[in-house]
Every structure is written in C-alpha cells, then in structure tokens.
C-alpha cells in the first residue's frame, strides 16, 4: 500500500526510528510467493510511479521528474514491512496470514525493496522489521494506492 504524505514518522517503544518528508509511505508486505525479481519490480514500481502533481495540478510526475538541480531527488520514502497487508478476511472476522511470507523471507526481500530504492537515489527510511510500530502521517490528496507486482 502506497500512500503520498507531506510527511511520516515511524516508532517504536516511544522512539522515532525512522521518518520522511514530502514524498511515499509504504506500507509493504511480502507474499509468500515474492522472489527477488518481485522485489526489485516491486522498487521500479514505486520509483516509477507518475503521482506527484505537475505545474497543472495533475498526478503527471514520478520521482525522477522531481530532482533538485544537484541531481538529486527531492522525494523521500518511508517503507514500513507491514505483513498484515496480506491479510484475508474474506471467511472469517478473525484474518488468516497464511500468504503472507516467512518472517525470514519477508525480511530478506523487505530489505531487498529497500536497497533498490536507495540505489535509484531514493532516501528511504525504514521502520523495525518485525516489530510493534506506530505510524504516523500527513496523506497528501489523500492519494492511497494498492500495487501488486507479478514475478512475470
């Protein structure tokens, strides 16, 4: 999940441990059938997405279009592992994270997200993985998106 913010924080035991300013929050959850491909498809994904607001006001621009004169991007990330997002309510009230990846597995492809973000440029925080966090953020629109990748 994919949200634009004016800003967000992360923390855990009362403690900042991670935040951004104008740029995405994403909440992000690995499948149980993500591999490495997803990931880095995953990372072109977010990097790539054209919804930043141009001179007119429409969502036209992705981060690449967003660079400062030194280069370098002034859009940040906020990624927060988050294996809820696989939740599956669809039968019961109580939901079932049966798709949801291995803690090991969510975790290596988690940080692997992460690393191709940072190699595009992108200053990425991040929250603890696997740990009891609470988010905070300014959703700027609001403009919220769901993105799922095939491995394809």
Same mark, same amino acid.
């Given at each position: =999940?994919?949200?634009?913010?004016?800003?967000? &924080? +992360?923390? @855990?035991? $009362?403690?900042? +441990?991670?935040?951004?300013?104008?740029?995405?929050?994403?909440?992000?959850? @690995?499948? *149980?059938?993500?591999?490495?491909?997803?990931?880095?498809?995953?990372?072109?994904?977010?990097?790539?997405?054209?919804?930043?607001?141009?001179?007119?006001?429409?969502?036209?621009?992705?981060?690449?279009?967003?660079?400062?004169?030194?280069?370098?991007?002034? =859009? /940040?990330?906020?990624?927060?592992?988050?294996?809820? !997002?696989? $939740?599956? #309510?669809? *039968?019961?009230?109580?939901?079932?994270?049966?798709?949801?990846?291995?803690?090991?597995?969510?975790? /290596?492809?988690?940080?692997? !997200?992460? #690393? /191709?973000?940072?190699?595009?440029? +992108?200053? &990425?925080? &991040?929250?603890?993985?696997?740990?009891? =966090?609470? @988010?905070?953020? @300014?959703?700027?629109?609001? !403009?919220?998106?769901?993105? /799922?990748?095939?491995?394809?």
């Amino acid at each position: =999940m994919i949200q634009r913010v004016t800003g967000a &924080t +992360v923390h @855990v035991g $009362g403690r900042e +441990v991670g935040r951004c300013d104008a740029g995405l929050l994403v909440l992000l959850g @690995v499948h *149980k059938d993500d591999d490495e491909h997803t990931a880095r498809r995953m990372a072109d994904r977010i990097y790539g997405l054209r919804i930043f607001s141009d001179a007119a006001g429409r969502m036209n621009l992705g981060m690449d279009d967003l660079r400062e004169p030194d280069g370098a991007l002034s =859009m /940040e990330v906020l990624a927060v592992s988050n294996f809820t !997002v696989y $939740g599956d #309510a669809s *039968k019961s009230r109580r939901p079932s994270f049966t798709a949801s990846a291995s803690y090991d597995r969510g975790q /290596e492809l988690f940080e692997r !997200v992460v #690393a /191709e973000l940072r190699a595009r440029g +992108v200053r &990425t925080a &991040t929250g603890e993985f696997g740990a009891e =966090m609470r @988010v905070s953020l @300014v959703n700027d629109g609001p !403009v919220t998106l769901i993105l /799922e990748v095939d491995a394809a």
